[in-house]
T-cell receptor
Framework: GNSVTQMEGPVTLSEEAFLTINCTYT??????LFWYVQYPGEGLQLLLK?????DKGSNKGFEATYRKETTSFHLEKGSVQVSDSAVYFC?????????????FGKGTSLLVTP | DTGVSQDPRHKITKRGQNVTFRCDPI?????LYWYRQTLGQGPEFLTY????????KSRLLSDRFSAERPKGSFSTLEIQRTEQGDSAMYLC??????????????FGNGTRLTVT
């Protein structure tokens, strides 16, 4: 079945540091890949997505590249801010998921300190 | 686009009581999903509707759980005879049919259930 594995947190970084959160996946077919973010007290928000191999999703300075050869979709940001403190979830969807529902990883908590 | 709204935000109930949550999806979205999220875990799929039809239920959805979407608009999730293990955040999401796996799910802020 489909599954997502992401690095465990919490991750603590100083402001302006480089961020990488690793995500790998197992899928039946050719999934679409997503990163969602959950800020404290808020719901899940789509951060970025990629729908085929070698696509790069980007938003708010975050990037992730769909790597089929390594079944990975690592999230990166060159310079994090305190406001990026949140929980980040990697997710996938493909035709074998009911109604294209998402399979989520366990989430990685990021804390950025001034 | 007013987003997905869920009500209530928080619910505290005693073990054995029944609870019902409501979700209002984005108006033009015909797919609606329920997820459960426990502390330190990612959201887990419970069930989904396309219009008013409930098309899939996870094995996580015991017979104490029932979901409806009577007119293909809002949905309710009822838990009967609640147990402490039901304590979790219940998330609702919606999406449109047309884009398949490319249509992202839009989530509400969730209903946090605490069973005492």
């Amino acid at each position: 079945g489909n599954s997502v594995t992401q690095m465990e947190g919490p991750v603590t970084l100083s402001e302006e540091a480089f961020l990488t959160i690793n995500c790998t996946y197992t899928a039946t077919g050719y999934p679409s890949l997503f990163w969602y973010v959950q800020y404290p007290g808020e719901g899940l928000q789509l951060l970025l997505k990629a729908t085929k191999a070698d696509d790069k999703g980007s938003n708010k300075g975050f990037e992730a590249t769909y790597r089929k050869e390594t079944t990975s979709f690592h999230l990166e940001k060159g310079s994090v801010q305190v406001s990026d403190s949140a929980v980040y979830f990697c997710a996938l969807s493909d035709y074998s998921n009911s109604g294209y529902a998402l399979n989520f990883g366990k989430g990685t908590s990021l804390l950025v300190t001034p | 686009d007013t987003g997905v709204s869920q009500d209530p935000r928080h619910k505290i109930t005693k073990r054995g009581q029944n609870v019902t949550f409501r979700c209002d999806p984005i108006s033009e979205h015909n797919r609606l999903y329920w997820y459960r999220q426990t502390l330190g875990q990612g959201p887990e799929f419970l069930t989904y509707f396309q219009n008013e039809a409930q098309l899939e239920k996870s094995r996580l959805l015991s017979d104490r759980f029932s979901a409806e979407r009577p007119k293909g608009s809002f949905s309710t999730l009822e838990i009967q005879r609640t147990e402490q293990g039901d304590s979790a955040m219940y998330l609702c999401a919606s999406s449109s049919v047309g884009g398949g796996a490319n249509s992202p799910l839009h989530f509400g802020n969730g209903t946090r259930l605490t069973v005492t």
